[in-house]
């Protein structure tokens, strides 16, 4: 079983892959457009996106830069009409993990999705991110240590025992060692801000950090503390 998102924006198509995906064992989310991918995108929970080109709001293989950029492990299996070499090529360059035409068969659909689950699962480890307190050093996935300051190794330790759960900005500032009450609010956005240039600065991946308005942050892949 995987947990699946569907970005589809041909109703009956949609519906048909989901029902499909479903009754093979899987959890589907289908979506229509790039807003509502968006909107219903979990990081952490989706482990493969199937992902159409053509959309209302946009071009599919955008959102597949994005999400690559991002740094993000999901899978992805482009799912298009447009069948060209060309295209596939293309595609595949900008981070997809498999290319399907839509005239494809259901089951060659069943396979690239149990292919890809087997390869994320192998690929696993390489993926994550981890955290070394000792030497204090952030090792992104892929990339050489990035050596980090005191405040740094906090507000990440602070988010990466906890990857996938929102971390309270009132968490992360005691941790810090300061009184939350008497805290300027804009050191934690700016001290944030200066972690993840640093992170981008030394590897071209986005810190995988999100920001929960008002809440506080999210650090959404896969995480290691290694004492
Ligand atoms: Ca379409």
Same mark, same amino acid.
């Given at each position: 079983?995987?947990?699946?998102?569907?970005?589809?924006d041909e109703?009956?198509?949609?519906?048909?892959?989901?029902?499909?995906?479903?009754?093979i064992?899987?959890?589907?989310?289908?979506v229509?457009?790039?807003a509502?991918?968006?909107?219903?995108?979990?990081?952490?929970r989706h482990?493969?996106?199937?992902?159409?080109?053509?959309?209302?709001?946009?071009?599919?293989?955008d959102?597949?830069?994005?999400?690559?950029?991002q740094?993000?492990?999901?899978?992805?299996?482009v &799912?298009?009409?447009?069948?060209?070499?060309?295209?596939?090529?293309?595609?595949?360059?900008?981070?997809?993990d498999?290319?399907l035409?839509?005239?494809?068969?259901?089951?060659?659909?069943?396979?690239?999705?149990?292919?890809?689950?087997?390869?994320?699962?192998?690929? @696993?480890?390489?993926?994550?991110?981890?955290?070394?307190?000792?030497?204090?050093?952030?090792?992104?996935?892929?990339?050489?240590?990035?050596?980090?300051s005191?405040?740094? &190794?906090t507000?990440?330790?602070?988010?990466?025992?906890?990857?996938?759960?929102?971390?309270?900005?009132? @968490?992360?500032?005691?941790? &810090?060692? @300061?009184?939350?009450?008497d805290?300027?609010?804009?050191?934690?956005?700016?001290?944030?801000?200066?972690?993840?240039?640093?992170?981008?600065d030394?590897?071209?991946?986005?810190?995988?950090?999100?920001?929960?308005?008002?809440?506080?942050? &999210?650090?959404?892949?896969?995480?290691?503390?290694?004492?």
């Amino acid at each position: 079983m995987q947990n699946l998102i569907l970005l589809e924006d041909e109703t009956i198509l949609r519906e048909e892959l989901a029902e499909f995906l479903a009754d093979i064992g899987h959890r589907v989310d289908a979506v229509a457009s790039l807003a509502e991918f968006e909107r219903v995108h979990d990081p952490v929970r989706h482990r493969i996106a199937i992902i159409d080109l053509g959309l209302p709001d946009g071009d599919g293989m955008d959102l597949i830069r994005t999400l690559r950029r991002q740094g993000q492990r999901v899978g992805i299996i482009v &799912l298009t009409a447009r069948g060209a070499v060309r295209d596939k090529v293309a595609g595949l360059e900008d981070g997809a993990d498999h290319y399907l035409s839509k005239t494809a068969d259901l089951d060659e659909l069943a396979a690239t999705v149990s292919a890809l689950s087997r390869r994320l699962d192998d690929a @696993e480890p390489d993926e994550c991110w981890v955290l070394e307190p000792g030497p204090r050093r952030l090792l992104p996935p892929g990339f050489e240590a990035i050596p980090l300051s005191q405040q740094d &190794l906090t507000v990440l330790q602070a988010l990466m025992i906890h990857p996938g759960t929102i971390v309270s900005r009132q @968490e992360i500032v005691t941790a &810090l060692g @300061e009184n939350f009450l008497d805290y300027d609010q804009r050191r934690l956005d700016t001290q944030m801000r200066r972690l993840r240039r640093k992170v981008e600065d030394a590897t071209g991946l986005v810190l995988p950090v999100n920001t929960a308005r008002n809440a506080g942050y &999210l650090f959404y892949a896969e995480a290691d503390i290694r004492n």
